[in-house]
């Protein structure tokens, strides 16, 4: 659609060169019946090269696309209203442009307030001067999470104090939707002072896309959605957003295993492959299970987490089954995972997720 849409801008601009051609008298254009001066000709050619650019930079989803095509309809709808007789159904077309600058803006000022919150997080960083995780750090941790950092290779490895996810994604809105969207994101995760900031762009249909930041920062939550980069579906905080928003990054521990040594965190082995771990942070305090393998390898991770912000929001239990692993600077880490709510009704796998590659302790000005 993006390029159906360019090809129309294209074109409108092209038209343009019309009211040049006759304002200088190179070729009769039986299309314009009204008179057209030289300085009036040169207006369209300016109106065309304008259009012609902000279509190719529409193409090209140049971040400042939005105000050359503001600048194009303002002066191609002067010209429409100056020569309304024979240019009136340009109108059409620059609603059209309105309407894609409009949203071009809109996207600009969601990755713009993306861009300072994750450069706000970043500059929290605390590092840890590459200290390499031995074995007597992990001396206090309950046997199966010391055999999972064993086989995933963390020890021995550098203590990580940022990463950066990139991910694919299937999603779905509701339980009774038949089709799957797919979606792209990155993370940025911290942990020494704990947080993550998730960005997503999630594909609806040819017309309709939106776009999502999850945020958890001082030991608070926060879920903003934007429809087209435009509308707010959604933007929400609070004490139960806070509390599902850490056990997310408590359970994202699988990506990051030393963040296992976490002062943060306490430990309690169920059985000898089960263990419940608690985080409490800031003020927010929540749980969950890991569940692990004989040869050591995550497979699961469970909890009972609020399936919503609302004030009658009730806790379900929320699984993330893990269905493959790579190895990502010499750290096995699960790659392939589902996120499922366990509902009374029935259990809905809403997320299908891929992790295409992880940077660990790479330079935050990045």
Do not use: C
């Amino acid at each position: 659609m993006k390029y159906i849409f360019g090809t129309i801008i294209v074109m409108h601009g092209l038209i343009h060169l019309l009211g040049f051609v006759k304002g200088f008298d190179l070729k009769e254009v039986k299309e314009l019946s009204l008179p057209i001066s030289k300085p009036m000709g040169f207006v369209w050619l300016t109106a065309a090269i304008i259009f012609l650019t902000f279509g190719f930079l529409h193409l090209l989803n140049t971040k400042y696309a939005w105000l050359i095509g503001l600048v194009a309809v303002a002066v191609s709808q002067v010209l429409v209203i100056i020569f309304w007789k024979d240019a009136k159904f340009g109108t059409l077309p620059n609603i059209l442009t309105l309407v894609l600058s409009i949203t071009s803006l809109g996207h600009y000022n969601f990755q713009q307030l993306v861009q300072q919150e994750t450069t706000h997080l970043l500059n929290q960083i605390v590092r840890t001067e590459n200290k390499i995780i031995n074995e007597s750090d992990i001396t206090k941790l309950p046997e199966p999470v010391k055999k999972w950092l064993r086989k995933s290779g963390a020890v021995g490895k550098p203590s990580i104090s940022i990463a950066k996810v990139t991910q694919t994604a299937e999603m779905q809105m509701k339980p009774e939707q038949e089709n799957w969207m797919t979606a792209t994101a990155i993370q940025y995760t911290t942990i020494e002072n704990p947080a993550f900031i998730w960005t997503v762009d999630v594909k609806m249909n040819s017309v309709l896309n939106f776009q999502g930041r999850d945020k958890f920062e001082d030991g608070k939550g926060e879920m903003l959605i934007k429809m087209n980069s435009l509308i707010n579906v959604v933007n929400e905080k609070g004490e139960k957003l806070n509390e599902g928003t850490l056990q997310r990054y408590l359970g994202e521990m699988v990506w990051f295993p030393s963040l296992a040594l976490s002062p943060n965190i306490s430990w309690e082995q169920i059985d000898n492959n089960t263990v419940k771990a608690t985080m409490t942070y800031k003020g927010t305090t929540g749980s969950g299970a890991f569940y692990f393998n004989s040869n050591g390898d995550v497979t699961k991770f469970s909890a009972l987490r609020y399936k919503g912000n609302e004030t009658d929001a009730k806790r379900h239990e929320w699984e993330m089954n893990i269905t493959g692993y790579k190895i990502f600077e010499g750290i096995k880490v699960p790659a392939k995972m589902t996120s499922t709510w366990k509902l009374d009704e029935e259990d809905w796998t809403w997320l299908k997720l891929e992790v295409t590659d992880i940077e660990y302790n790479m330079n935050a000005s990045r």
